[in-house]
């Protein structure tokens, strides 16, 4: 995390971003003309209905996917017409996920699926075993770093999908519906710990069709209707001192 | 992605899906053993033939012959004038001189004439049989004959005018006498048309006419020696473990100077070419100190006017003949290789399909195309190297017990000794283990490919 980041410094920038997807005859543009910039350190809500076009929007942003039309911009330096390994690079070194679902590999331990993405960048047994049980420690589950995913709850999962995503170090976590998998009071709890990171200096780009949540979480909301920004402003949340918010002051989740 | 934590991840794969890898091990374990088994035999019957081929030193020795006799008794050359080999020859004789000559030459341990006289009869503990005797000096009793020995000894050098001789254990066994209790026991030979035959009589004389339906009275056999035989009596001072095959298993290995005399005595001498007893010998035997020394001295020896012949030269066309069998034996093995390339495919597409979302969820981490992919070929080597090595074991095994039951079947049905047609050397084991290790690659590169170019978005959509 790029704690020491100064706030306002643009991070992501897209200039009129269009996906289009073929089915066929018909062709529905995912993304319709998106410009968009995410400052340094800020935590930004996505909010829309299915298809309103957030999942690509995510997608398009962590390099997963390219965009049909314009073009998505990291500190100024353009995603367009990298390669394949220069897009996993940025993946590897720039962006940690957090999934729905919380994709974690069902028969990796905990502790093994937070030191993955470091194995992915080629970094020592021990050293990433070191730095994934000091990620599970600060998510408060330091004691089951040899459960496997199945042997863990549902806010457990995603505790251990944010360690993972953190391993890294990136400069923007990307979270799409984080909390659609979780009953209330674990998703006050996994919410809870992102505006915690984003307190550390954290920035965090959230999807979710949770307005409500989104609203009480995040400083700015942006509404994607049909592929389109319809609606882009600051939130209450923005006003709240987060001086006093840290990962560890979360509340432990249930089973813990 | 660091090539042991991809390694690490392939093993660990493998053992997550215990069944299926058991199973599919299963089947290129059972391609590799085939392959070892064919691979195998040829290795085991080139051995046998080289091993007899060392044991007699054939490699480092070389036939001096007369020009344009080479390979020809006179006996058996057209026409069949036997001994009529001085009229035929043009080219410079074999004589003492030439042997003094060639003992000189560098690379040389020792030179002698062949003395060898293939047919003699020899009675040995009251019975007959057809023998043959080889002159041999002292010098050229190495190592290899020492090592050969299974009682007794050979003679020594201040023995090379003495009438001793080192008996073949091949006969000795037909005979069901012990090499040890042969030791000091004397052999008679003679001229093979001295020998005597064995007469059938009645065990003892009737005291009267049979009487109807009484019992036949059963025969006796008895050895009868012609009476102006001329036995030559030897001490037998050694046994030496004879060639299990062929026709030397019959050999009494004497001094040369004996040996000599036993040719001469067989009365075979022209027929065989040469007159030993007069210093003109049919060929010349030739030992040199390692395999490298026969080329440069067969030349130097064939610049005086001689033809050679070193087994050398039918070696080489052994070991054609070998290459040529092991090759096919290898594609026969190798058809169930193919078999285990089609299961290491079916195998590994399984594998990427049910871990697409697994995949999506690597690349959305940071896996480049070719971390997928050398994932997943890692998984299929891995299958290939294990597989390959249960194979190579699980073949060896079936080789042992194949030469078990062949040494049973040579022992009980042709009275030969042990044999081990099958020989798993350390090459092929490894070379075994390689081929599969890198027909599973193979098998795993398109599974591989279609996993590496996976679109995440798309993976990570999958249920």
């Known amino acids: 995390m790029n704690a020491t980041a100064a706030k306002g410094e643009t991070l992501i920038e897209l200039v009129g971003v269009r996906k289009r997807y073929r089915f066929g005859e018909a062709a529905v543009n995912a993304l319709d003309g998106v410009d968009l910039r995410v400052a340094k350190g800020s935590f930004v809500g996505v909010i829309g209905r299915s298809g309103s076009g957030k999942s690509t929007f995510l997608n398009v942003v962590g390099g997963l996917d390219r965009p049909s ?49 470091l194995a992915l960048a080629g970094q020592g047994y021990f050293e990433r075993r070191r730095r994934a049980q000091e990620l599970l420690d600060k998510v408060g589950l330091g004691a089951r770093t040899g459960h496997r995913p199945t042997e863990l709850s549902g806010g457990e999962r995603q505790r251990v999908a944010i360690a993972r995503a953190l391993s890294n170090d990136p400069q923007l976590l990307l979270a799409d519906e984080p909390t659609g998998n979780l009953d209330s009071r674990t998703a006050e709890e996994i919410m809870g710990m992102l ?62 | 992605m660091r090539l042991s934590d991809v390694g690490a991840h392939a093993f660990a794969n493998l053992a997550r899906h215990k069944l299926r890898t058991a199973l ?46 080479a390979g020809q008794l006179p006996i058996f050359r057209r026409g069949g004038r036997g001994g009529q080999q001085d009229d035929d020859e043009a080219g410079p004789k074999l004589d003492d001189d030439v042997v003094e000559q060639l003992g000189k030459l560098p690379g040389v341990v020792v030179v002698y004439p062949d003395t060898h006289t293939p047919w003699l009869g020899a009675e040995l503990d009251g019975r007959v049989l057809q023998a ?13 004959y020492q090592r050969a020995l299974l009682a007794g000894r050979y003679w020594t050098e ?91 298993g019959r050999r009494f290995q004497v001094p040369l100077t004996f040996g000599r005399r036993l040719l001469a005595e067989s009365g ?10 007069a210093g003109r ?24 006017g001689f033809d050679t012949f070193a087994i050398a030269d039918a070696l080489k066309f052994v070991a054609i003949v070998f290459a040529v069998i092991e090759v096919l034996l290898a594609f026969f093995g190798g058809i169930g290789l193919v078999v285990s390339f089609f299961g290491i495919a079916n195998t590994m597409v399984m594998a990427v399909l049910e871990r697409t979302r697994e995949i999506g969820v690597f690349k959305a981490l940071g896996a480049r195309d070719r971390d997928v992919r050398r994932i997943f070929l890692a998984e299929a080597a891995a299958i290939g190297v294990t597989g390959g090595a249960l194979g190579v074991l699980f073949g060896w095994g079936v080789g042992q017990g194949l030469n078990r039951v062949g040494s049973w079947v040579m022992r009980e049905a ?33 599974p591989a490919w279609r996993a590496a170019r996976l679109d995440p978005v798309v993976a990570l959509r999958m249920e």
């Open chain 1, 69 to 117: 039309e314009g073009s998505v911009l990291v500190q100024g330096r353009a995603l367009m017409g990298r390669t394949s390994d220069e897009l996993a690079a940025y993946r590897r070194q720039v962006i940690g996920f957090i999934f729905q679902s919380f994709n974690l590999v069902p028969h990796l331990t905990a502790l093994e699926n937070v030191a993955l993405p």
């Open chain 2, 414 to 446: 042709l009275n030969e000794r042990l044999v081990e047609l099958f020989y798993v050397p350390g090459w092929l084991a490894v070379a075994c283990i390689g081929v599969s290790t890198v027909v599973a690659a193979v098998a795993g590169l398109y």
């Open chain 2, 24 to 69: 599919t091990l299963c089947g290129v374990g059972i391609g590799v053993a085939t392959l070892t088994v064919m691979v195998s035999l040829g290795e085991g019957i080139k051995r046998l033939i080289e091993d007899q081929v060392d044991k007699a030193e054939l490699v480092t020795r070389i036939t001096v012959l007369p020009k344009g006799a």
């Open chain 2, 281 to 304: 010998y049919r060929a010349l035997t030739v030992k040199v100190e390692g395999r490298t020394d026969v080329a440069p001295v067969r030349e130097r020896i064939e610049q005086k």
């Open chain 1, 195 to 256: 505006r915690a990171l984003h307190a550390e200096g954290c920035t965090i780009v959230l999807v979710t069709h949770d307005r409500e949540r989104a609203e009480r979480y995040c400083e700015r909301i942006v509404v994607l209707e049909d592929g389109r920004v319809k609606e882009d402003r600051t939130t209450s949340a923005a006003l709240v001192d987060l001086s006093a918010a840290s990962v560890e002051a979360a509340p432990p989740a249930e089973g813990a």
């Open chain 2, 158 to 248: 201040a023995e090379s005018q003495a009438e001793v001789a080192v008996a073949p254990s091949r006969v000795l066994e037909d005979l069901g006498i012990k090499p040890e209790a042969a030791i000091g026991t004397r052999v008679y030979f003679m001229r093979i048309d001295q020998l005597g035959r064995y007469e059938m009589e009645p065990e003892e004389l009737p005291a009267a006419p049979d009487a109807p339906g009484a019992e036949p009275r059963p025969l006796r056999v008895r050895y009868v020696r012609p009476p102006d035989a001329r036995l030559i009596e030897v001490e037998i001072i050694g046994v030496y473990e004879s060639e299990e095959f062929g026709l030397a």
């Open chain 2, 268 to 277: 075979l001498e022209r027929a065989l070419g040469g007159q030993a007893s």
């Open chain 2, 132 to 144: 043959e005797s080889e002159g041999l000096p002292a010098k050229a009793i190495t190592a290899n």
